[in-house]
């Protein structure tokens, strides 16, 4: 008894299966994996787009601000101080017998610092100073007290006391003598005197600056406090 030697099974492209005696079967190909609706997507997108949306926000709100800030040495404007105020010379001395801090601007037979102004194109609220020491960070004078700004008679028009000697105006702003205000011009007739208290700064490699508050920004070139 012989045995029929079968061919190859085939399957054609519209689902006809045929054996390998010669027979043939319909097959139904089997169906592609079902797929989302476009519409049933929607809701994802939208998260994605509100997500992204929240993020961009949260950045513009925070990190832009913070990177401005640190740009511009801690304030914020428009125009850069060095364009309207340049100081001009400095000179130490001891303060005289007499004066107090807030009349004077230092206190008897503390050391100072007088600058000169150059060139001044601002009002008092448009500027802070600071005393940096030569790594840059803010010069510590033992019982320095701060900073002022004298009219050419002598007369307070600004002042700020310093915090445990420190000379930095970057936590707090001026204080002014009634009938004067940050609006008030700053003029080069005035002078600014910086108290550094009972220690001789002589020999110290110091630097003045001065830095852009209201709608200025950045900082001066640095001035040397000359031994």
Known sequence: MSTAKKGPVTTSSNGFRREG???????????????????????????????????????????????????????VGSSPIGSAFAAGNAVRSVCPSGSTFSANGCAATHFRYIITIKVSLVTLGDVWFGVNAANGSTAFEFGGLGFTILNASQVVLAQLAVTGGFLSMESSPWTYPSGISASTPLITTDTIVI?????????????????????????????????
């Open 21 to 75: 005696d010669g027979s043939s079967h319909f097959s139904r190909p089997a169906p592609p994996p079902p797929t989302a609706p476009p519409e049933s997507r929607l809701p994802l997108i939208i998260v994605v787009i509100v997500v992204v949306f929240v993020l961009t926000s949260v950045a513009s709100a925070f990190v832009l601000p913070s990177m401005e800030r640190g740009l511009s040495g801690g304030h």
């Open 195 to 227: 108290d550094f208290g009972t220690l001789s700064p002589h020999g110290q490699p110091l630097t003045f600056l001065a830095y852009g508050a209201s709608g200025y920004s950045g900082t001066t070139a640095p001035t040397t406090l000359f031994y």
